[in-house]
């Protein structure tokens, strides 16, 4: 079968596979893919900007700029379908890329992630002086709707959730994934190779970084919508530069090879990140640290890395 029906049917079927996974795990446990699920789409976008050689410090910023944009959405609109806070936040970082991209475009190395960063605080400096926006404590939302459909207790409400999480994932995933095999996608990693070549093939290296890092906004704006509402609250600290860190960390852990590693990375830093502080409440940090630092050593490139070595060595193995 070609891999053109390959890869959508594969996505139903982990679709599928999700929804029914939601039904057997406890609320927390549900709760806590949710949050690992948005944070995966941020990170996402993150890796979009990794396949051009760059790394970007505040991705941050567009997580926030989603977030806030659905809370505002919801609050000052009276919008609740969570569809269209979702896309109201997407939005909102997307407008907010596409005015930055082009600045940032021309730098790169350690002067693009500075910043990236700089850009990041300065929106956690003004969120935090904003006392229309509720200032440091930020602003609390009510639970959304789901296509017409309201949950009538917090249990349905935390499983509808979870599927529309599951959704925007394998969406966003399979878009990614056709992406990455697209002209354009190759190009990113032409670009991380030699920007000269690319350059004297007719191509401008300034509109790819652009795209991605416009693309790579919206995907955080999402996923900081999709936050928003799981958690139901939005405040400053969304921008704040320990939050672009963990897109970082599941970055790099996660690799540039593949799309599902970036959500496997996502999910065991989350589990991580939550059973180390509650019962190492005092060396949670510490965990996550040994955790990275065994990462880097063994898996350079990454889970995608070794997902790679895998599915070449499986190729090999193959009769001819």
Known sequence: MSSRFVIPLL???????????????????????????AKGLAALGLVLIIRSGLLSFGQGLFYCAGGYGA????????????????????????VLGSVIAPLLAGYRSIFFATLTLALSMLAHGALTKADFL??????????PSFIGFQPANSTE??????????ILVVVFSLACRVHFNSVRGLLSLAVR??????????????????????????????????????VAHIDPEL??????????????????????????????????RSFSSQYF?????????????????FLPNGIGG????????MKGNEPA
């Open 134 to 143: 509720g200032g440091s404590d930020g602003l609390n939302l009510r639970p």
């Open 71 to 94: 809370g505002l959405f919801m609050l000052w609109g009276g919008v609740h379908d969570a569809a269209l806070l979702v896309l109201a936040g997407g939005l909102v970082a997307l």
């Open 306 to 313: 070794l997902l790679q070595r895998r599915k070449k060595r």
């Open 239 to 272: 921008a704040f530069w320990t939050t672009s860190g963990e897109f970082v960390f599941v970055a790099i852990l996660s690799g540039y090879l593949s799309v599902a590693a970036v959500f496997a990375s996502s999910i065991a830093l989350e589990f991580i």
């Open 11 to 37: 996505a139903v079927l982990t679709l599928v596979i999700l929804a029914v996974l939601g039904k057997l795990l406890p609320a927390w446990c549900v709760f806590l893919l949710v949050t690992a699920f």
């Open 281 to 297: 409440p005092n060396a949670w940090q510490m965990s996550l640290g040994i955790f990275m630092l065994a990462s880097i050593l």
């Open 157 to 166: 409400s935390v499983y509808a959730l979870y599927v529309f999480a599951c």
């Open 193 to 230: 190779d030699n920007e000269i070549r690319v350059e004297y093939l007719g191509t401008s290296v300034r509109r790819v970084i652009s795209e991605n890092f416009t693309a790579a906004a919206f995907l955080g704006g999402i996923g900081g919508a999709l936050n928003a509402i799981a």
